[in-house]
């Protein structure tokens, strides 16, 4: 039995992936978000009684030759850069010779040594669900101690010293951040980021407090917003949202602009266009491009 290891669990955004929680025992994390699917619990800027690295890094050898796996994701029950020795465990992480991914809050990405920590990393997601200080409140409820300024910000200076996949991750609550305006913000603030993919979700497990998710249709709707950027929307199953009649010149117009995943092609392109998509990867006109375990196709520019 491990304390630490869950998984793996096969992931629609990253693979297979084999977990470290490094906060097994309870909850601990500075946000108290609405969406979490952990019991409400009072955010805290300080992880106490941290367990050993080498208690985790023991299991974490163990796992690693019991299971088959693409990524080994650090995360935690609550936030992970909260946990005090991050940066020596990952130093240890990094000898295994494995692809190492990070699922983190942002909360603490302004700060230098987490910075210098997280550029280890193959891959790091970062949260953003609004940039109105008054929504993020709301929705992410997090510790007084933490200003949205201040993550927008580090996500800035990050990316500029990161060279490993960033992606960005938006969570979209039903009243909460689903309008028009609020994601033409986050498109300008994106731009100033450039992250490699930005994922864009709803809540699909039962959630800390009374709030519900949104239709996938209405996130592909909100998506239309956020300009060229590699945007990935986790589908399971074709939906109503259609890409419909598109020629050969406006499908790689819009490829220029919004790559499509892997999951668009089979979920949101009717058939005629799929036909014509299928001829654009004929004439070698789109190149695939992958991002954090997903495949995007974008046309030439
Ligand atoms: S950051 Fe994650 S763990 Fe923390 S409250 Fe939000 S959803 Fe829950």
């Not at 690295?53 to 992970?80: M, Q």
Request: aromatic share 10%; glycine share 4%; hydrophobic share 35%.
């Amino acid at each position: 039995m491990y304390k630490y290891i869950f998984g793996p669990v096969a992931s629609r955004r990253f693979g297979m992936s084999l977990g470290i929680d490094l906060s097994p025992d309870k909850k601990r994390c500075n946000f108290d978000c609405i969406y979490c699917e952990l019991e409400p619990a009072k955010p805290i800027d300080v992880y106490e009684n941290a367990p050993r690295i080498d208690e985790i890094f023991e299991e974490v050898k163990k796992a690693i030759n019991e299971f088959d796996f693409d990524v080994l994701t650090v995360t935690s029950n609550g936030e992970p850069t909260l946990y005090p020795y991050l940066d020596e465990l990952m130093d240890k992480l990094k000898t295994l010779n494995k692809k190492l991914l990070i699922l983190s809050n942002s909360s603490t990405i302004y700060k230098k040594d987490i910075q210098e920590t997280l550029k280890k990393f193959d891959i790091v997601k970062l949260s953003l669900d609004s940039v109105d200080e008054k929504t993020f409140k709301k929705i992410d409820r997090p510790s007084k101690t933490i200003s949205l300024q201040n993550i927008i910000n580090g996500m800035i200076e990050f990316r500029k010293v990161y060279k490993g996949e960033l992606v960005i991750e938006i969570l979209v609550v039903k009243g909460i951040n689903d309008k028009e305006d609020e994601f033409k913000k986050l498109n300008e603030v994106l731009t100033s980021i450039n992250p490699d993919r930005v994922d864009i979700s709803t809540i699909d497990r039962p959630p800390a407090y009374k709030v519900e998710g949104v239709s996938i249709e209405r996130l592909f709707e909100l998506a239309e917003n956020i300009k060229n950027q590699n945007i990935f929307i986790p589908t399971r199953e074709k939906i109503d949202y259609k890409i419909e009649n598109l020629t050969k010149e406006e499908l790689l117009n819009t490829l220029k602009k919004r790559p499509f995943s892997d999951s668009d092609v089979q979920n949101i392109l009717d058939e005629h266009t799929e036909r014509i998509f299928n001829d654009l990867m004929k004439e070698n006109l789109l190149e695939e491009v992958w991002v954090g375990g997903i495949k995007f196709y974008k046309a030439y520019v």
